[in-house]
């Protein structure tokens, strides 16, 4: 990345000054352009942001999240999306149009704990974000093991157009569904893979700040291979 | 005695300029702030000034209960500061007192205009203050940590608040008053303050000062937050960026 200008922030420092945009966890005061969270400052050509290190999950539409049922309505389902928020799935995403409050058991689809992959379809924070799942690779969690991440450290995990991911899927043959809330499903046929794939990604949570972290995931992958 | 204010016995300020604990006059006490001390809590901090010790934990943005508080244009913040019974000499009672009420509801007050809660409408910001050794300043104290557990846990802030007192010891204006001097001097002033906007967000006084000397004592107090602010800094910095270097 040529034009960046990388800096370690928090809340209230001042990034820069003149005729910037702002964008993602900075605001503008006067000329000057402060950041709001503790993160990592980016200036593109005309545009600043900061990197958030920290925070809970801010929905926005069309991200995949991974979600758990809390509970449910007649008509609906209440889900934790590990947000300020609960996710909202109505019923009829789920049975089609032809869904009868009398005639349908919600509980015959998805239980309490049971685990989805979801889209979130809408949010305005004047609701509770609504989701769907009547998508192709959406809908119920069969198998897998969950793995929580603060949200903050998704892209870093997910990595410069997927090279980190796509790294440790090779490494451990493990498929990993990663949700933008930081909650990811590990699945993989051998236990090893598994059990390799979710350390990466904890390593990946620890060390997220540092530099050239593919490189160290790869060695750490392939020196406990054999 | 002609020095000192309203007990006799004790010396304040020496013919040198030193005050009863050995510090100059415009010298804090010992200041450390420690960032994410606590698992559960979604941001945290601790801090020791002077004597003091407090532990403060913050939870949210998350859903309002009762649900009748929530507001659906805004979030809300909510606070908490509380003395624990052995923070002080004889056993405090558990139960809020009135000094506590106030104490939370400044603290609040102090820490509203630098966290951006209209980000978050319907859902609250929880802040528990725990005082585990109280010496005088543990209002300031408090507000300074609360401020790191708010960065801590992510929620978005207009700026940093940190806040010193200052006050009026043996007829002289001196930095961060301790227990001693805020019982036997003249005046006490915490003041609250948002270093990068230059904004004061909380400010109160505790006795009587000429006009001159209230203009010195904001000044005295505003330099200490200054002081304070770069250790709320180092404190959030050793946290996030520790291994990292600067790229």
Request: a negative charge; hydrophobic letters at 40%.
């Amino acid at each position: 990345m040529e034009n960046t200008k990388r800096k370690y922030v928090i809340p209230g420092d001042v990034i820069t000054s003149g005729p910037y945009r702002p964008e993602q966890n900075v605001i503008l005061d006067g000329e000057r352009i402060i950041a709001t969270a503790i993160g990592i400052s980016e200036i593109y050509d005309d545009t600043v942001r900061v990197i958030s290190l920290t925070g809970k999950y801010i929905p926005k539409i069309n991200d995949l999240v991974v979600a758990k049922v809390l509970s449910h309505s007649s008509l609906s389902w209440e889900l934790d999306i590990n947000s300020s928020y609960v996710g909202f799935l109505p019923a009829a995403d789920v049975f089609g149009r032809d869904f009868s409050a009398h005639a349908d058991e919600l509980n015959s689809k998805l239980k309490k704990g049971d685990l989805v992959v979801a889209r979130i379809a809408n949010s305005d924070r004047s609701r509770d974000p609504l989701l769907t799942i009547s998508d192709r690779e959406l809908g119920k969690i069969e198998s897998g093991e969950l793995v929580e991440i603060s949200p903050s450290k998704v892209p870093r995990l997910i990595g410069k157009r997927g090279t980190m991911i796509q790294t440790i899927e090779m490494a451990t043959g493990a498929i990993i569904t990663i949700g933008q809330n930081g909650w990811i499903v590990v699945s993989c046929e051998n236990s090893d893979g598994l059990l390799k794939a979710v350390k990466a990604i904890q390593m990946v949570e620890e060390q997220a700040h540092i530099a050239n972290l593919t490189d160290r995931v790869k060695s750490m992958l392939e020196s406990k291979g054999e | 005695m002609i020095l000192g204010g309203r007990d006799t016995d004790l010396v304040l300020l020496d013919e040198n300029g030193i005050r009863c604990d050995g510090r100059k006059i415009d010298e804090p006490r010992k200041i450390m702030i420690k960032a994410g001390v606590l698992k559960n809590a979604d941001g945290s901090a601790y801090i020791e000034f002077g004597d003091n010790k407090i532990v403060v934990g913050v939870f949210g943005p998350r859903d309002v209960h009762p649900k009748h508080l929530a507001n659906t244009d805004t979030g809300i913040l909510r606070c908490r500061y509380h003395m624990s019974p052995f923070s002080v000499e004889e056993r405090k009672k558990p139960a809020p007192s009135r000094r506590e009420i106030e104490i939370s509801k400044v603290i609040k007050e102090a820490l509203k205009p630098a966290v951006m809660l209209e980000q978050f409408p319907r859902t609250v910001v929880d802040i528990f203050i725990e005082v585990l050794q109280a010496d005088g300043g543990s209002r300031c104290a408090a507000l300074a940590a609360a401020s790191v557990a708010l960065a801590d846990a992510g929620i978005p802030m207009r700026d940093m608040v940190s806040a010193c007192a200052a006050g009026k010891v043996a007829d002289t204006i001196v930095l961060d008053v301790n227990n001693e001097e805020d019982q036997a001097g003249q005046a006490d002033m915490p003041v609250g303050y948002m270093p990068n906007m230059e904004k004061i967000t909380l400010i109160q006084l505790d006795g009587v000062l000429t006009p001159e000397e209230y203009k010195k004592c904001v000044e005295t107090a505003i330099g200490g937050c200054k002081l304070v602010y770069e250790i709320q800094k180092k404190a959030l910095t050793d946290k996030y960026f520790s291994n990292g270097g600067n790229n």
